[in-house]
């Protein structure tokens, strides 16, 4: 049995939405924390301007998904456009930045920490939790109060102490909000 071009387009087009959302919250979590700015303040913008959206179209992707409930429509229009807006938001503000604001600020080291993970092993046909190696974090607080997490190598997590002061690349974003380089 043979799909028809409408079915296939249908198909299509889910797939690369689904990618998209992926996609876009990937970029917004990337960013986040590289960025100057409250996290609650993006999200609670980015929630209004998506809910707006979702009000406000009517069919949403209710024709592409076969959705007739009209709130589960609306959620998946609001998933979806949080995503892309905040994603969009991060995004302008961290590539488009402005190289020649570039400038040095002095953080604060909060916290030290590592977190232990698994590279992935290959048995058989499957995957399975291979060898555990660490990844170092550094909390920074910048002048203005934010405090931002920073992977750092072994050597300067050694090197440094709870309450040294770093030297850190700051640029200001093109949506005005500064960005650790």
């Avoid at 876009?24 to 998506?50: D, E, P, Q």
């Avoid at 949080?82 to 190289?99: C, I, K, P, R």
Wanted: with cysteine; proline share 2%; charged share 20%.
């Amino acid at each position: 049995m043979t799909k028809s071009s409408s079915s296939r387009l249908s198909t299509f087009l889910i797939i690369l939405l689904i990618l998209v959302t992926i996609v876009a919250y990937g970029i917004f979590i990337a960013l986040a924390n590289r960025t100057m700015v409250s996290l609650s303040k993006v999200l609670t913008c980015t929630i209004i301007a998506a809910g707006v959206i979702a009000i406000t179209w009517r069919g949403g992707f209710g024709r592409l998904f076969g959705i007739s409930n009209e709130i589960v429509n609306r959620l998946i229009v609001l998933v979806f456009f949080t995503g892309v807006l905040s994603a969009g938001f991060y995004g302008l503000n961290f590539w488009m930045s402005n190289e020649s604001t570039s400038h040095k600020e002095r953080a604060v080291v909060v916290k030290k920490y590592r977190e232990t993970r698994h590279r992935s092993r290959r048995v058989g046909r499957r995957y399975v939790q291979g060898d555990p190696y660490s990844v170092y974090f550094l909390d920074l607080q910048y002048p203005g109060g934010d405090i931002k997490p920073r992977e750092v190598r072994v050597e300067k997590f050694n090197r440094t102490k709870t309450g040294d002061t770093l030297t850190v690349s700051v640029e200001m974003g093109a949506l005005g909000f500064p960005v650790i380089k």
